[in-house]
């Protein structure tokens, strides 16, 4: 006869609740266990003279609950299976076995490998009090989350949600930031002690930036947030996103979006692109969120187009992009170590060349200067394919020789110049000259997009200073002499030099 183990649900907090069936269970056992005896049915228990053991200590005793619930596991098991034929061990949980018990989920995944009898016996949960004294239908939609481990990812404001295990302050201040992050400060929610439970019960609502503030958490406490279809939350969801796209293609949406292809699009996504990396320089955090969602946008387009096709849809490309990531950080998500950014690299490094390899790809036969995309602006592409080169020795040995390689250029420049030689002759050395300075701006740590990016910037400021002082004089830069001109170029110089 295999040995026996039996769980059962003490309910919500009511003794009234208890069934007949668990309290006959609890009198004819052999020995009863309690998770804890911090529950308000424990006095009946007592009064109908049920004695128990309770695991009270190992929260004292250990240093988290994954570590309590697995010794609680682990002690019941010993027990069972050193219990004679016919003893009866029950193990007693608070509110229904099955919501909310981790060492119930361990026994029902061990139990089995042990040669153990497992029987569970349903009480009446938290939820059954909730769904009556908060006064909502779970069919309209609703979620239980756990405040140990809740996800801002996780919330959807269109469901009624239940947050339990806010078992003190410091668990209501975590979920209350996880809330904030789609609920405004003032949102009300609904806090709750001992539903259902005579003389103890407590329901409270509050703005959530209170709720933390509030005492008497415990644990038969929750979080109620009601569920709110209004536009405003859901537009602050991935999921909203996903369906305004969605819309906007379909043929009852946009006329100009469901006339885009690929193609139509390729100049918006890189227009959009330049006009984030201006509000990095701008450093204005208002215009970089702006921008941000425009070249979101231009990813969701080119995904629903797809989706439309049936090939893939964002979801598949968050999937590939986590996947990516997971892979290429084995210094995160594995054994792996990077003590610093350049070890990190080559982790990325050679996470790359392992995932061609999976491909059928040999990275050893690739070329030294593959990878690099073909339609980048030509600077950057120059600095990132004399990177790549770099990499083998295919380069010079200093800064200096570099500078030397740009005097040699600009005289062969000169020289095509002073000849008049032909225009794609003049061309490949004036192309030849820029290569060259890109080489200095890797043996000085620079990049050199970014370097002209900041002259550019430059130029168009002084430039700026010459027209406005012109137009103070009552004139402007057409009517200017290159003279006039100049001497105000020197004073925007000299403005600078002050700042």
């Excluded at 069934?19 to 009198?27: A, S, W």
């Excluded at 002690?75 to 060492?103: C, F, R, W």
């Excluded at 964002?314 to 998500?333: A, M, S, T, W």
């Excluded at 030294?368 to 120059?382: E, F, Q, T």
Aim: one cysteine or more.
């Amino acid at each position: 006869m295999s040995a026996t183990l039996t769980v059962v649900g003490l309910g919500s907090g009511n003794p009234d609740r208890l069934t007949l069936g668990i309290i006959k269970k609890l009198k004819a056992a052999s020995v009863v266990y309690v998770r804890t005896k911090e529950h308000p049915v424990m006095a009946a228990l007592s009064e109908l003279e049920i004695t128990s053991q309770s695991f009270d200590g190992l929260y004292e005793s250990l240093s988290s609950f994954p570590e309590v619930y697995a010794a609680i596991t682990s002690k019941l098991i010993e027990e069972a299976q050193a219990a004679a034929n016919g003893t009866d061990i029950v193990y007693a949980v608070p509110g229904h076995p099955m919501v909310a018990e981790s060492a119930v989920s361990q026994l029902r995944e061990r139990c089995p490998e042990e040669g153990i009898e497992l029987q569970i016996l349903g009480g009446e949960s938290f939820l059954d009090e909730a769904f009556v004294r908060l006064g909502f239908d779970p069919i309209e939609g609703f979620q239980l989350l756990d405040a140990s481990g809740i996800r801002s990812a996780q919330l959807q404001p269109e469901l009624h949600t239940l947050i339990g295990q806010v078992y003190d302050s410091f668990t209501a201040s975590e979920t209350k930031l996880c809330l904030m992050e789609l609920y405004p400060p003032e949102y009300e929610v609904v806090v709750g002690h001992a539903l259902g439970v005579e003389n103890e019960e407590s329901i409270v609502r509050v703005p959530l930036y209170e709720l933390d503030r509030l005492d008497g958490y415990g644990n038969l406490s929750l979080v109620y947030v009601p569920a709110n279809r209004d536009e405003n939350l859901r537009n602050r969801t991935f999921a909203r996103l996903h369906e305004i796209v969605d819309i906007l293609r379909s043929p009852e949406g946009c006329p100009w979006d469901r006339e885009q292809t690929h193609e139509s699009l390729r100049k918006n996504l890189i227009e959009e692109t330049y006009e984030f990396l201006e509000t990095i320089d701008e450093d204005d955090p208002d215009h970089m969120k702006e921008e941000l969602g425009d070249l979101l946008l231009q990813i969701m387009l080119h995904s629903q187009m797809e989706e439309e096709l049936g090939t893939f849809n964002v979801y598949d490309v968050i999937e590939g992009l986590n996947d990516k990531l997971i892979f290429r950080h084995p210094h995160v998500f594995g054994d792996t170590n990077a003590n610093d950014a350049e070890e990190a690299l080559k982790n990325w490094d050679g996470m790359k060349a392992e995932e061609k390899r999976r491909k059928g790809v040999k990275p050893e036969e690739l070329s030294v200067l593959s990878g690099v995309p073909r339609d980048l602006p030509a600077l950057m592409k120059a600095y990132k394919l004399q990177k790549k080169a770099s990499k083998v020795g295919f380069d010079w040995d200093n800064a200096t020789d570099c500078i030397a390689k740009i005097r040699e250029e600009i005289d062969e420049l000169q020289e095509a110049i002073d000849t008049d030689a032909a225009t794609d002759d003049q061309i490949l050395e004036l192309g030849d000259l820029l290569f060259a300075v890109t080489n200095v701006a890797r043996f000085i740590g620079a990049d050199p997009e970014e370097a002209l990016t900041r002259t550019n910037r430059k130029f168009v400021r002084r430039f700026q200073y010459i027209e406005q002082s012109l137009q103070r004089k009552g004139t402007s830069v057409k009517d200017s002499s290159l003279e006039e001109m100049e001497e105000l170029w020197q004073e925007a110089k000299a403005e600078e030099r002050k700042v």
